[in-house]
């Protein structure tokens, strides 16, 4: 008997490296998990608050530094925040942690952040020596901060909506109250 003949039926070819949509590390994301309006609203947070970081950080020369330090943190960590949040919203790794907490980490993360970045803006726009790159990143940091407040907004109402649905209808009467027990 060939060695052929012997191992043909139960071997495969190798089938190479996998063609198509999904493949390499596009198969490990999955959008799929937030509704459109949060894609589009973490999207626009991680895209804004680099625009915002980046505007800052082109900034050569300031007389009061404070503020333009202090938006350079905070736009920084807002980007890494959002980006991070991202991340274990479209992995797998979304599956491997208790999303109820990853949900609600999101939300005070989301919170947390629109306040401090919106704090920072402002006194970044107290303290700017106003050049045009100072002015761009406290658009962009006012613009993000909003959009962290409106995630923020969305997800409690969507909240809101879990509970409504969760909460049993008051069905029993309030005269069958006050009947006696040994009637």
Do not use: W
């Amino acid at each position: 008997m060939e060695n052929g003949a012997v191992y043909s039926p139960t071997t495969e070819e190798d089938p190479g490296p996998a063609r198509g949509p999904r493949s390499g590390l596009a198969a490990y994301f999955f959008m799929g998990r937030l509704p459109l309006l949060r894609r589009v609203l973490k999207g626009l947070q991680l895209l804004l608050s680099l625009l915002a970081f980046i505007c800052e950080e082109v900034v050569s020369q300031c007389t009061l530094c404070g503020g333009l330090y202090f938006f350079e943190f905070v736009s920084c960590s807002a980007f890494l925040l959002s980006l991070l949040i991202l991340i274990v919203y479209c992995t797998p790794f979304y599956e491997r942690v208790d999303t109820t907490k990853v949900k609600s980490s999101d939300f005070y993360i989301t919170l947390g952040t629109g306040c401090v970045f919106l704090l920072a803006s402002i006194i970044f726009v107290s303290t700017h020596d106003r050049t045009s790159a100072e002015i761009a990143a406290i658009v962009f940091g006012f613009i993000a901060s909003f959009m962290f407040l409106l995630d923020f907004i969305t997800m409690l109402y969507e909240k809101r909506q879990e509970s409504q649905l969760r909460k049993p209808e008051n069905t029993t009467r309030a005269e069958a109250l006050t009947e006696p027990l040994n009637a």
